[in-house]
């Protein structure tokens, strides 16, 4: 899987991608994410990537021409099956988004900052609008950051243990199970005796009904 994230601000994005499991993902090849800087598709001596928005107002807006160029640049060499923009006023994000964004093989994110994009961005570039929910970041970098981590830990190969994916929480509507490791005893506080047991079965009929009453508890409307 390749995704190309576009930007103003490269520097927000490039440490988070190069830790932890994205890093091993794409040592391992299992995807390639190149981060793209707006200034470098800018053509004036100030590389100027926003301007004030007709009309007035408070705030700037990210202005089109660099934004087209470097998507276009892009799309010239491979076609991608969506375009994303990150926006605070898009569908809101979610486990099923990030199954089926894992699917595809190109991936295009645009992030906005400030007030956003020119809206001819959106109108003519854009496939899909996304939020990672309902407050306003100062850009779309740190949301590219989250839909990217959730998207690359499902790419198959990614983590070791595949069949844990099955059970994160918000997969088949339900929260995960609680989970302990050594030692049995702290502070006073023991590991629930089945999970020591060694009866899978049992095990795994304790961490569905665990599952069940999570939810219950803590986001009933998963079940309705
Ligand atoms: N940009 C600003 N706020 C955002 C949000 N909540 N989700 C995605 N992109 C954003």
Known sequence: ???????????????????SIIKQAKKK????????????????????????PYGGGAGMVLKPEPIFECVESQQSKRSYEEAIYVT????????????????KRNLIIVCGHYKGVDERVRLKLITREISIGDYVLTGGELAAMVIVDAIVRLIPGVLGDAESL???????????SPVYTRPAEYRSMCVPDVLLSGDHQAIARWRHQQ???RTKLRRKDLLS
């Open 166 to 176: 099955l059970t994160d929480s918000f997969q088949e509507r339900l929260l995960d």
């Open 88 to 103: 605070a006023d898009g569908e809101t994000f979610n486990q099923k988004i990030a199954n089926e964004l894992s699917l």
């Open 29 to 52: 090849k299992l995807v390639t994410i190149r981060i793209h800087d707006l200034r470098r598709y800018t053509h004036d001596k100030h590389r100027t990537v926003d301007d004030t």
């Open 1 to 19: 899987m390749r995704i190309d994230i576009v930007t103003g601000f490269p520097k927000l994005l490039s440490s988070p991608l190069n830790e």
């Open 211 to 213: 599952r069940l009453e």
